[in-house]
């Protein structure tokens, strides 16, 4: 069982570029989300999705898209790459149902520096 | 703001029991506390959760007080493994935000 698939693992822009982080899970789960982590801090939530074809924002959405076409692919597209915008990003999902709770798993991570 | 209250850092001897504590004094009635950790910048891993009783697993147990305004994690052998940033976040089970507010967490160091 893969779980949730983040590629690239690492990747370097120049700013102005535009580029696509993919994300994949195997688990049937409705709930997928993109957060981004900057050193010595929490995850702050940048896009989530609770289902194919429905997309919502999150914390900090600037700068970023996503769509869900699919219930195993949820994308994130960075539109025209800032310094700003280095970070490591991580992918999730989870399922809408369960009796207590619904927990989260998280991608790998995704290590972007925009120079 | 995050709604979750922990230490930065903590120590633990190898072997030895952690407790990692964590206050959530506004916390809803239908919001669950979950932990998560963080090793050395991978993707973060689900420890526990809990509603309102404490709960064990393989990995560790969760002490939740009456009143639900804290609780304590832990670790009851800490293995040099165990050294990592642990997050506490409260969360309902479908929060239709899908909001997580993760603060700073707690760095813990086990030691040998």
């Known amino acids: 069982n893969a779980g949730v698939t983040q590629t690239p693992k690492f990747q370097v822009l120049k700013t102005g570029q535009s580029m696509t982080l993919q994300c994949a899970q195997d688990m049937n789960h409705e709930y997928m989300s993109w957060y981004r982590q900057d050193p010595g801090m929490g995850l702050r939530l940048i896009h989530y999705s609770v289902g194919a074809g429905i997309t919502d924002q999150g914390e900090v959405p600037n700068g970023y898209n996503v769509s869900r076409s699919t219930t195993e692919d949820f994308p994130l597209r960075l539109l025209s790459a800032a310094p700003s915008q280095t970070s490591v990003y991580f992918c999730?999902?989870?399922?809408?149902?369960?009796?207590?709770?619904?927990?989260?798993?998280f991608g790998e991570g995704s290590w972007l520096t925009v120079v | 703001d995050a709604k979750t209250t922990q230490p930065p850092s903590m120590d633990c001897a190898e072997g030895r029991a952690a407790n990692l504590p964590c206050n959530h004094s506004?916390?809803?009635?239908?919001?669950?506390v979950y932990w998560y950790r963080q090793i050395h910048s991978q993707g973060p891993q689900y420890i526990i959760h809990?509603?309102?009783?404490?709960e064990t697993n393989e990995m560790a147990s969760l002490i939740i007080t009456e009143d639900r305004k804290s609780s304590t994690l832990i670790l009851p052998h800490a293995t040099l493994r165990d050294t990592a940033v642990y997050y506490c976040i409260v969360r309902a089970p479908r929060d239709s935000n899908y909001q997580l507010i993760w603060g700073a967490g707690t760095k813990l160091i086990i030691k040998p």
């Open positions: 999730a999902s989870s399922s809408s149902t369960g009796y207590s709770g619904n927990t989260i798993y």
């Open positions: 809990g509603l309102k009783n404490n």
């Open positions: 506004t916390i809803s009635g239908n919001e669950y």
